[in-house]
Structures are given as C-alpha cells and as structure tokens.
C-alpha cells in the first residue's frame, strides 16, 4: 500500500516521460502579462501624461469695445475666453502660463480701425518674439496677425502687448482680435 501511494505521488510531482516531452498546448498567461505591461509602460514613456493646455480669448464679451491707445506698450487683456483647458490663460491679467515644459503654438490677431494703427507683439517673459502690425493710410479697418511655436519651461509667461498709440478693437459676434495657444509637445 505505502508503494502505491508513493508512486502515485511520483506520478503526480514529477509527471511522466510523455508528459515532460509533450509542449504544453495552454499559453503562459504571466508571461503575456508582463509583455503587456511593457509595451503600456513604453507607451507611457512615448506619449507622456500630458496634461491638456488649450485656450482661445477674444477682447469683448458683449457688444463692440476697444482697448488703447496708451502712450507705451501695455500688455493686451482679452476677457472673453472661449477655451481655457488646464487654466493656463488669466481673463484678469491676460497672461498665459505654462503649466509644464513643452513645445507650444500660439497665434494671434488684432483689428483696429480710422487713423489708429494696429501693432500687437507676442512676448516670451520680457522678450519680443514675433510682431503684427499695419500701419497703412487711414481707412476703415486695420488688421493683422502672426504665430509662432515657442520652447517654454514651466512657469515662462506669454503675452500680447499692445504697441504705444496702437488700438485693438472687436466685436463680440466677429472675434476680431484674438489669442490663442495650446500644447503641441512635450518634447
């Protein structure tokens, strides 16, 4: 009796010769699970959790309105924001800040009107990096627009200002004078 038991358990632990040579027909489920967790973490690693940075503002809410002239440059505050993912565009201050380092697109356009020009400049912190302006005879409108993409570190700071003696004006139904940036990349 004691031989039997012992050669069943034989049996059982160490299995037969056809039993060792014969491939094993089910798949090794924790070896797929680990290729997949690395192919998700090389995902991860490709795409980044990046968060979401988008917004467009416009000048006015409601009605017509205008914002200048000023004797000097003065940073242009559009308040009536359209999109604002991720809240990195202040309608108080009219400044963007980044929220993460990254590879941003922003664009912008100004309209102005009678013997008022139009000048708007695209500002990185303290510098200038790209400019709209016309400055063409007297007429009935003025309008111009500009973008560019930008390297930022998180917290740079990026603003429109309005060029001394310029004017931007819009209307509510039109969106004439606009800004607008998102994140493109991080990296």
């Known amino acids: 009796m004691v031989s039997a038991v012992l050669w069943v358990l034989l049996w059982v ?3 037969s010769e056809a039993q060792r040579s014969l491939p094993s027909c089910q798949p090794d489920i924790y070896a797929q699970l680990r ?3 690395t192919q998700v973490e090389a ?4 795409c980044g959790d990046a968060p979401v940075v988008a917004f467009t503002a416009s000048l ?7 914002y200048g002239p000023f004797n000097t440059n003065a940073v242009l505050v559009l308040r009536n924001v359209l999109t ?3 809240n990195a565009y202040s309608p108080t ?3 963007f800040s980044a929220p993460v380092a990254g590879l941003y697109f922003f664009s912008f ?3 102005s009107a009678g013997a008022q020009p139009c000048g708007v400049g695209l500002y990185r912190n303290a510098e200038r990096v790209a400019t709209a302006c016309d400055h063409s005879a007297p007429a009935t409108a003025h309008s111009a627009g500009n973008a560019a993409v930008l390297w930022l570190k998180a917290g740079d700071r990026v603003s429109l200002q309005l060029g001394a003696g310029a004017m931007a004006i819009d209307d509510s139904s039109l969106r004439q004078t606009t800004f607008t940036g998102f994140l493109v990349s991080l990296t």
Do not use: K, Q
């Not at 006015?60 to 205008?66: I, K, Q």
């Open 43 to 46: 995902v991860r690693i490709e």
């Open 35 to 37: 290729e997949l967790r």
């Open 109 to 111: 356009s100004s309209l």
């Open 60 to 66: 006015v809410d409601a009605g017509h309105g205008h």
């Open 93 to 95: 201050t009219g400044l």
């Open 13 to 15: 632990l160490g299995g």
């Open 84 to 86: 604002n993912r991720g």
